[in-house]
């Protein structure tokens, strides 16, 4: 009697949205749906690619579906209800592939202040703070010596006259810091 009540409970949570954000879809995801069961010449159209726009996808004939905030899994098991729910198909098996190269699962520093291109930058293994701004274009021409680094709502302070003179006040940069390079 445990296992019948633990299975269904278990496939609930697998529908509902997780909170991990890596493992979930969201806005920019770029993901392809390949349809399995029925005969080929009918799932054709339902092998796509498609991005998550405004936390939805459109399917054919099934319409605007919720994407954003589901694992691959969970989206998987709300596509195939849908495909049978509107008789569609009686059999679908839906597997889900996130692309992981997609804009919105690159990870990303913020350099902002008196660089020639402030923005985001793609953030990779061992990216120094030196390196973030030469990402940037480099500092302005009017720069003061000091750029701050904002990792988790904590602030330091670096010179880049002493980053230049020694490379080990180069600090790492990590996803998601905000760099700010002071102007004059």
Known sequence: MKRSFIFPLAFIAMLMPQSQ???VLRDGDVFEMRLSGPPEEFTREFTLTLTVDEGSVNLPMAGRLR????SNAGLA???EKRLKDEKIFTVANVNITLNPNTPARQQMVIVGGAVRNP???????????KGAISSAGGPADFVK???RLIRAGKSNTFSLR???KDPSQ???VLPGDFIEVDGE
């Open 119 to 129: 923005g985001r930058q793609l953030w990779m293994a061992n990216l120094s703070l």
């Open 170 to 172: 180069d600090p790492t």
């Open 162 to 164: 002493a980053m230049k």
């Open 77 to 79: 098991a709300i596509v």
């Open 145 to 147: 010596d000091t750029v």
């Open 21 to 23: 954000a890596d493992n």
């Open 67 to 70: 994407t954003a905030g589901f």
